[in-house]
């Protein structure tokens, strides 16, 4: 079992930047993928970035390419989102993810949510 909470949401304006930060709980975190989605008002969740295990391999949404970088740390058990020109588009609220691949991630441990709402 692995739990999982996300921090960092807030109102940003516009053209700023947020980063968001998951940390786990319970295995060991090094051995799981991690990834981040999003779900805004009246939309399907979607994925906004996933990085592999040992970090060596990342995958972005086209919506945040070239915005936003993930990362992570094992010694922390954490994971990080960075979202830079941030658009009111972004407002969703985001959820981290784990599971043992990428590909999987929608079907692993979820955490509960940060909001991200994006002032025009």
């Known amino acids: 079992q692995v739990q999982l909470v996300e921090s960092g949401g807030g109102l940003v304006q516009a053209g700023g930047s947020l980063r968001l930060s998951c940390v786990a709980s319970g295995r060991t975190f090094s051995r799981y993928a991690m990834g981040w989605f999003r779900q805004a008002p009246g939309k399907v969740r979607e994925s906004v970035a996933a990085?592999?295990?040992?970090?060596?391999?990342?995958d972005y949404a086209d919506s945040v390419k070239g915005r936003g970088t993930i990362s992570r740390d094992n010694t922390k058990n954490t994971v990080y989102l960075q979202i830079d020109s941030l658009k009111p588009e972004d407002t969703a609220v985001y959820y981290c993810a784990a599971s043992s691949s990428i590909a999987t991630l929608r079907t692993g441990y979820w955490g509960q949510g940060t909001q991200v709402t994006v002032s025009s």
């Open positions: 990085i592999s295990w040992g970090g060596g391999t990342t």
